[in-house]
């Protein structure tokens, strides 16, 4: 049994690699599993809070992201799914939506947007990939 246990943890590590950081753009493009947000963590399974937003994977799993000069973007690989991140809100309901974590100019400027609204948010503290 306990060798069993090793051998999953084994294969999960193997698996991801996580970044604390995540300006580095040797990591890009890359398949984020997880987004830690000083110790609240976004991921498959736990969506996190933004003000009046919670905000989950979207349809397409895990977001991919992509450095478009000097801002990182959540995108999808799956051409049916728009939006790479669900966002839930009481009154508009369930949109799609992106999150952008910058560190050029100005750095460390990290924001939720939506169809209708563009929210600064927490940057993430560290970053974990599919590798």
Not at 60 to 86: C, E, F, H
Request: aromatic content about 10%; some cysteine.
């Amino acid at each position: 049994m306990n060798r069993l246990i090793v051998a999953v943890g084994l294969c999960l590590f193997v698996g991801s690699a996580w970044a604390s950081d995540w300006h580095d753009t040797s990591n890009y493009p890359g398949r984020a599993v997880a987004f830690n947000f000083n110790g609240v963590v976004l991921d498959q399974n736990s969506p996190v809070r933004f003000g009046s937003w919670t905000v989950s994977f979207g349809p397409a799993g895990p977001p991919i992201l992509m450095d478009k000069g000097g801002t990182i973007w959540t995108v999808t690989d799956r051409p049916q799914s728009a939006q790479p991140m669900s966002c839930v809100n009481t009154v508009l309901g369930r949109v799609g939506c992106f999150l952008t974590f910058g560190y050029r100019e100005p750095p460390n400027v990290c924001r939720l947007i939506t169809n209708d609204q563009t929210i600064t948010i927490p940057c993430p503290t560290e970053v974990t990939f599919q590798r």
